[in-house]
């Protein structure tokens, strides 16, 4: 919370010399427009909360960036209005279409909230925690077979109104949490293979008329 609520800053630029930010360092800054890495850049590890101005449209993850700290309640930059780049050469991360994924794509890390399509790669595994939290503007979204878990909050308190889980899918595991407050949606079919069911996985999703369970 270093520079929590700062609202005269517009533009971040990061030093060379800086190797971690901490949790929330800019949170609450609306009006940051620019958050550029001097280069070449060291920074090491990003903690959960780092920026969330509605103003910040692109933000490049340094290729010196090997790891994103995070909770039981959030991912690295909830919340995250800019579209994520990775830069090339970074060992552990990568990016496509704005969404942030782990290096080979098995997990999702974050899709920024202002996104209004997202095609999922056929190699992912993983939804990890939050990486769907508040999206405002998809509706419906088309998750690949080859998912094994949704994480904690991983679709909370977004518009959808559809999500999409095949039959024949390989899901065993949906988090606490996982479409909290998913106000808007209206079905829910689960493949056979599912396993366990978190807390409070549902709770909220008012517009619920069916789940449909498949053995």
């Not at 971040?12 to 620019?34: K, L, M, Q, Y």
């Not at 308190?157 to 889980?165: E, M, P, Q, R, Y």
């Amino acid at each position: 919370n270093a520079f929590v609520q700062c609202n005269k800053l517009t533009q971040i630029t990061i030093p060379s010399s800086v190797h971690t930010i901490r949790t929330g360092a800019f949170n609450r800054c609306d009006n940051i427009e620019s958050f550029v890495f001097e280069s070449p850049a060291s920074l090491k590890v990003l903690e959960y909360g780092v920026v969330g101005s509605k103003k910040l449209k692109n933000l490049t993850i340094p290729a010196s960036v090997t790891d994103i700290v995070a909770d039981e309640w959030n991912s690295a930059l909830v919340p995250v209005y800019a579209a994520i780049e990775v830069e090339e050469g970074n060992p552990n991360y990568a990016a496509a279409g704005g969404v942030w994924y782990n290096k080979d794509k098995t997990t999702l890390i974050q899709v920024p909230i202002p996104t209004t399509s997202v095609t999922l790669p056929e190699t992912l595994q993983i939804i990890g925690l939050k990486a769907l939290y508040n999206t405002e503007g998809l509706t419906t979204i088309d998750m690949p077979a080859s998912v094994d878990s949704i994480g904690a909050n991983a679709f909370g308190s977004g518009a959808f109104t559809k999500i999409n889980i095949k039959p024949s899918g390989k899901l065993r595991v949906i988090a606490n949490d996982a479409f909290n407050n998913c106000a808007a949606l209206e079905e829910r079919i689960l493949p056979a293979t599912v396993s366990f069911i978190g807390d409070n996985a549902f709770y909220d999703c008012i517009s619920l008329g069916n789940i449909y369970a498949y053995n």
